[in-house]
Structures are given as structure tokens and as C-alpha cells.
């Protein structure tokens, strides 16, 4: 999905917190990163190859952070043996197994899995806070001081900008560090997007902080939709663009000028290069304009696309933005304000997975009624189910619900 409200890019930062730790007798300060917006922990111990991953669990869960100056390979391996203790499940007593298994067999889907859900995050999170107390230390210019450590500055300086020697030595989880990394290999190899045509000039190349197209479903829906054909010359808005994915979607399916929004600088930088890649931006009359915008552009269009977050929730942290959008504020800016920015004859895409309500956190009758009360009306809806590997994955808590859920494109005009 695209992301409309991410995470802000550093340079937005006034400036960064610190971290004080005791090291060799000495007190030692340096500035503390995290994307996740978690605070620095207040209880540092210095930690290297001797710790075992007992010892290193047990301290991580009383929230004692551990800084890494041992060999960069065997951190990853205590990251992972860490990882293992946390997701080891409790044993259970045998009548509540049997009674597990008798509902695992029952095709119903539990009413409502608000409760699931909301456990679920919050495990999610404590696993995340634990696994985020192993610490590695960075000098000024990226780099780490470990041996086995692999070169991460160009990982680093895509994610946090460029280095600064002023600001001197600053520390961040290895978590973080390991997808600053998975993220900038992400960046490198790109997307491949069936729907864009043939290769190689159909991958996207999301950046660190841009929610990366992944799902395929809700591309095939856009990319077979009917075009409005009661306006010419057609002109389309993508709301929220993301990595640019949809604008460039509409681009080659023949739509004349697409005017691409977002208000996140990382997804603007995003955009503007994967769409000047694909030679849809960039250049005099180009079909792709990428503009920096709080939902709509101004003017008016035939044609206005928008993939929201689709759960109504409050993320946890500012990265969580990507998938929670709280209140529905996006969803509700982008009906409210659709009909005012329609052409005559246009028509709005509302490309939305109907996951949250299997969750029992929006109900079908309440997005109905946003739509209804935006004074719009549904002239038509594409279904795609979901073929992501979570949708498959019994042993996921949520299961039932991902099962169950459905991506729509609702086909939208005023009344």
C-alpha cells in the first residue's frame, strides 16, 4: 500500500536525544537513533562474546540494554537466540490444547478478534522492545568498530542522511541496524512489478521508511479497472503516492498528466526517482508530477486514486504509520474532500482491504456510511483476495481474519 503520514526524515530533526553509558570507569555520551521513536535506555551495561544468550534475555527483558563489543557476527547470533526464546510458546495444559485444536478445526471465524488483535500488538511490541537492547556503537562517519562488521554507511546515510562530523558517535540497535540494511538491499535490487510490463523496466525501488508494493493484489486491481471515460483529456490524482507505484500504474495505462501527493519527504525523494527511472518524471511534459501536498492537490481530476492504511488504529510508533492510520484520518480526509475535487464525470478509487473488519475494528456499515455522508455513491467495486503468505499461515493468531479478508477497489462518484 502506499503510505500517506510516515515516519519524518532526519532532516526534519531538530536534533537527535543522547545515551550515557559507563565504560573503562569513564562516563561516555553519544546520540541515540531510533526510527521506531523508542526512548534511550536509561540502564546500558557493555556486553561482548562472554554473555551468554541467558544472561543477555534475562537482562534485555529487565530492561537493561546491552552495548555490543564483541564480534559483530555473534551479536547477530544472540539477536537471533534471543528471538527464539521470546517466540518459544508456553506450554499449555492438555484440556485447554484439545480444546485449541477443536477450534482450529471449526471453519466459523471468532466474533470479534478486536481482542486477538490488540494482544497481539501488544506482544508484537514487547518482543520488539527486548530484541531492541542489543546496541551497536557508530563513529561519526557510520562506521562500526567490530570485528567481522560489515561497511554500512551507504545503508545508514540512505536511512538517517549524511554524516556529520560534528555530531560526533551516536548508537542504535542492532534490530534497526539489520533492517537499515535489509532495506537499502531492498532499495538495490528493487520490485519487480508484473503490471508495469515486461522487464526491466517495471521495478520499484522503495526507500528506507516507504512502505515497499509487495502485495500484488491491489496493483492487478488498478491496473484492470475501467478507466472514466465521461472526461477527456483524463487527468488523475494519486493521493498518497508512496513509491510512486500507482502513479506510474495509471501513467502507462495511458493517463495524460498524473499529479502524484505526499507529505512525507523520504516518500517524495521515493517517488520522484522510481518515476524518473521508469521515464514517466522529471522531464518537460512528462506524464508523472510529484508534488508535496496534505492529501489533494489543487484543481480538479477525472480520476483520484487513494490506498490508505487499512486498520484503524493508533501505530505504536512513528514507522507503524505505513500500515495504522488512527481515527481513519486518512480515509476520511480523502472521502470528505473527494467530491469537491472530482471533475464531472470523474470517478474516485478507494482501494481498501476489508481486514479491519474481520478484526472487528470498522464495520462494513460505517465505511458505507463515511461514503454516504461525503455525499458519494459506489458505481462499482473490484474484489482481489489476498495472496501474501500470512493469509496462508495457520499458526498466525490472526489468522482467521487474513483468511477471510478481501482488497477492494470501490469505484466512487458524487452524488
Known amino acids: 500500500m502506499t ?29 541515540w537513533r531510533s526510527e521506531r521513536g523508542a526512548p534511550s535506555p536509561k540502564r546500558v551495561r557493555v556486553a561482548d562474546d562472554t554473555l551468554s544468550a541467558d544472561a543477555a534475555y534475562r537482562l534485555a527483558c529487565e530492561g537493561t540494554a546491552l552495548l555490543w563489543r564483541g564480534d559483530f557476527q555473534n551479536a547477530r547470533q544472540l539477536l537471533q537466540a534471543l528471538a527464539r526464546r521470546i517466540d518459544k510458546p508456553p506450554k499449555a495444559p ?74 560526533g558517535p551516536s548508537v542504535a540497535s542492532l534490530r534497526e541496524l539489520l533492517g ?36 500484488g493484489e491491489y496493483l492487478d486491481l488498478v491496473a484492470t479497472a475501467p478507466l472514466p471515460v465521461a472526461v477527456n483529456p483524463l487527468v488523475a490524482f494519486d493521493i498518497g503516492t508512496g513509491t510512486g507505484v500507482l502513479a506510474a500504474l495509471l501513467a ?11 507529505q512525507d519527504p523520504r516518500a517524495l525523494a ?41 486498520l484503524p488504529a493508533r501505530p505504536g510508533s512513528p514507522i507503524e504509520r505505513a500500515v495504522y492510520d488512527e481515527g481513519s484520518r486518512m480515509l476520511l480526509g480523502f472521502l470528505n474532500g473527494l467530491a469537491l475535487h472530482l471533475a464531472p464525470g470523474g470517478e474516485g478509487w478507494l482501494i481498501l482491504s476489508d481486514f479491519a473488519e474481520h478484526l472487528g475494528l470498522r464495520s462494513r456499515a460505517e465505511l458505507l456510511a463515511s461514503i454516504e455522508g461525503a455525499k458519494l455513491k459506489v458505481v462499482g467495486r473490484l474484489d482481489a483476495k489476498p495472496g501474501h503468505p500470512k493469509a496462508a499461515d495457520a499458526s498466525n493468531p490472526l489468522h482467521a481474519a487474513r483468511a477471510a479478508e478481501v482488497t477492494s477497489l470501490w469505484r466512487l462518484a458524487a452524488l
Open 270 to 310: 521515493c517517488a520522484r526517482e522510481n518515476l524518473a527511472r521508469l521515464g514517466l518524471a522529471g522531464r518537460v511534459n512528462s506524464p508523472v508530477q510529484v508534488v508535496q501536498a496534505d492529501l489533494f492537490p489543487q484543481g480538479q481530476a477525472s480520476l483520484i486514486v487513494c490506498n490508505p492504511p487499512w
Open 252 to 262: 502507462r495505462r495511458g493517463v495524460g498528466q498524473v499529479i502524484a501527493t505526499d
Open 180 to 215: 537499515l540494511i535489509s532495506a537499502h538491499e531492498w532499495r538495490k535490487k528493487g520490485v519487480e512489478i508484473a503490471a508495469l510490463g515486461e522487464p526491466p523496466n517495471n521495478r520499484i525501488h522503495p526507500h528506507y521508511g516507504v512502505f515497499s508494493p509487495v502485495r
Open 94 to 167: 492438555k484440556n485447554l490444547r484439545r480444546k485449541s485444536a477443536e477450534a482450529s478445526d471449526s471453519s466459523a471465524l471468532p466474533e470479534p478478534l478486536a481482542e486477538a488483535f490488540h494482544l497481539h500488538r501488544q506482544s508484537q511490541s514487547q518482543r520488539a522492545r527486548v530484541l531492541g537492547m542489543v546496541l551497536l556503537s557508530f563513529d561519526a562517519n557510520y562506521g562500526i568498530a567490530l570485528r567481522r562488521a560489515p561497511d554500512v554507511r551507504q545503508a545508514c546515510t540512505q536511512a538517517w542522511g549524511p554524516a556529520d562530523e560534528a555530531a
Open 3 to 31: 503510505i500517506f503520514s510516515r515516519v519524518s526524515s532526519l532532516e526534519d530533526t531538530p536534533s537527535l536525544p543522547s545515551i550515557q553509558w559507563i565504560e573503562a570507569g569513564e562516563t561516555r555520551t553519544a546520540l
